[in-house]
């Protein structure tokens, strides 16, 4: 087939209009490289969520933005997806999902936790230790053996032997809760709000399980969103 031959001079008004489309995508469009997770998660954002948590609840001395941050430094990839917008989305669905888990930052530990079972006795990789309860605990609510045992491998504590110190170790505390996030949460962000819910709590609540919990997420993600000045995206509930 013979070739479409262009003249010169159309050529080089294609390329002119070419770069200029590509710098105008690039400006509107910047790499999410640039992104400062600390500038979107700013003190005024941080303890507009902990302050609502009551005077006496035990997290408002435990966490904290600068332990967020000082955690971060090992997942550095948090926060920087797509476009800025998309990252801003990120930093909302976390700190929705975490808002939810903990109250506000008001607990550390599940409520009624050392009476519930998160053991897995199927699961001989990481097999239950006496004594050792695998229960929620930190931002995201760590629960059960595997997770402990995948987390303390990863982040670098004994996470089936002292699982307690997601409870005690604020700055490991926020790791497990970007461990758990990069591993499990992340890989269907692009999927909407709701995806990152069923990720995290599908099995209780999505599909019908419990509508209510989804929307209270659903609300502190919105707000969120709000306040970072982008739109939530489709697909919000499971």
Request: proline content about 5%; overall charge negative; charged content about 20%.
């Amino acid at each position: 087939m013979a070739q479409i031959i262009v003249p010169s001079n159309i050529f080089l008004t294609l390329i002119i209009v070419a770069a200029a489309v590509a710098g105008y995508v690039e400006a509107q469009s910047p790499s999410t490289s640039d992104v400062s997770v600390a500038d979107i998660v700013t003190p005024e954002f941080f303890n507009g969520i902990i302050g609502q948590a009551d005077a006496s609840c035990v997290g408002k001395n435990f966490y904290s933005r600068a332990t967020f941050l000082e955690a971060l430094k090992s997942y550095d990839q948090f926060g920087k997806i797509g476009s800025i917008d998309d990252s801003k989305r990120e930093i909302a669905a976390f700190f929705a999902h975490v808002t939810h888990e903990t109250f506000h930052f008001c607990y550390i530990e599940e409520i009624d936790g050392p009476s519930k079972d998160y053991c897995d006795e199927s699961n001989t990789q990481y097999p239950c230790k006496p004594n050792k309860g695998y229960y929620g605990r930190g931002p995201i609510q760590l629960s059960w053996n595997p997770n402990y045992g995948r987390a303390g491998e990863s982040i670098g504590f004994d996470g089936l032997n002292s699982p307690e110190t997601v409870a005690n170790d604020p700055i490991i505390s926020f790791k497990t809760a970007l461990w758990y996030w990069m591993n499990s949460v992340r890989p269907v962000i692009g999927e909407g709000f709701g995806a990152t819910i069923r990720a995290i709590n599908g099995a209780l609540e999505c599909d019908g399980g419990n509508p209510a919990t989804v929307q209270k997420r659903v609300a502190y993600f919105t707000e969120y969103c709000n306040q970072l000045g982008i739109a939530p995206g489709d697909n919000l509930t499971c």
